[in-house]
């Protein structure tokens, strides 16, 4: 009985082993352009809104972010976040960034 028991436990193991090896590879993210104002908050975060939601903003190496209250357009990467560090869920890697001469509408208190 107990042979048996262990037998199955084994096959399972070894069926979910192989069920797990021929799962699909995770795409990368796509590259996306957005545009929107930048601002700073606590932690030194910089951030834009993306959609209705706000995400940190971070860049490659040689890439600058510009300072807060500067109206930009980015291309880059929306990725998921694992830690939580600046109070959002996402993050927009961005590869390029163009800042614009237009002006950002004032702050909501």
Do not use: D, W
Request: hydrophobic content about 45%; overall charge positive; glycine content about 6%.
């Amino acid at each position: 009985m107990i042979r048996i028991l262990i037998a199955l436990s084994v096959a399972l193991f070894a069926h979910g082993q192989a069920s797990a090896e021929m799962a699909k590879a995770q795409k990368p993210a796509k590259e996306i352009t957005v545009s929107g104002c930048t601002f700073s908050g606590p932690e030194a975060c910089h951030y834009i809104n993306v959609g209705k939601e706000k995400v940190t903003l971070t860049a490659n190496a040689g890439v600058v972010i510009p300072p807060a209250r500067t109206f930009i357009v980015a291309t880059g990467r929306l990725e998921p976040v694992q830690i939580n560090f600046c109070g959002v869920t996402h993050r927009f890697h961005a590869s390029k960034i163009i800042a614009t001469k237009r002006r950002c509408p004032p702050m909501k208190k």
